[in-house]
């Protein structure tokens, strides 16, 4: 299981690491359009697994996201299987 903060909020809790992923990158792109300062990425959203201490910060989450092809070129890959 997986935790979404947000803005300091935890947001939800999901199966998988690419589950969370999509969840923030859905409001990402919601609020990108609006504007957002870097500081508010970088330092109030995150990912973290449940049993451990150490969150996933953003940047961390997009190149782990790149890295088993969930995200391409900055998409969403339709075709990756989720890991569960």
Same mark, same amino acid.
């Given at each position: 299981?997986? %935790? ?29 359009? %609006? ?47 989720? %890991?569960?």
């Amino acid at each position: 299981m997986f %935790e979404l903060t947000y803005g300091l909020e935890m947001v939800g809790s999901y199966k998988s690491f690419s589950k969370t992923f999509m969840e923030l990158y859905k409001r990402l792109n919601s609020d990108l359009k %609006e504007g957002m300062s870097w500081q508010f990425l970088e330092t109030t959203i995150w990912i973290k697994k449940v049993g451990t201490t150490s969150p996933i910060m953003f940047h961390e989450a997009r190149d782990r996201a790149c890295r088993i092809g969930l995200l391409i070129d900055g998409k969403i890959n339709p075709n990756y299987k989720d %890991e569960i």
